[in-house]
């Protein structure tokens, strides 16, 4: 997130956050969608790719009898997801260093999979704020 501002007299151009962390809950979720393994992977890989991430590595795991875990790894730090079936909801996290990547466009994707009744975001800025000046 970047906003103009003047502290002192002094026009700064921005305030650029070091990376931006992305927490979203997916309530209502129908039960399949949130057990199928391979297609959310292709889900994560596919808003990875859609935001200008570059795909490093995949941890998956399935549990039983329900529920998933994947982790995506990019280059720009992270995408996880881990659902809960039996109750209808996900937790995913979007985690992107710098300034290449689009954490919107992610997470539409993710949320046109799911089509979830109920999302709830927070977005949570990371590491020192860095300041420009014009």
Known sequence: ???KIVVGGV????VKNLSTHLLIDLEGVDYN???DMGAIAKTLESAAISAGAEIIGEIKWE?????VTIIIGVSESHLSIHTWPEDN???VDIFFCGDKVNLGVAQRV???YFRPQ???AEEVCRGPRRLAQT
Do not use: C, T, Y
């Open 1 to 3: 997130m970047n906003k």
């Open 11 to 14: 026009k700064l151009s921005e």
């Open 33 to 35: 969608l949130l057990n």
């Open 63 to 67: 549990f039983k009898p329900q529920g």
């Open 89 to 91: 909801f996900a937790a």
């Open 110 to 112: 993710i949320i046109e």
């Open 118 to 120: 109920s999302v709830r």
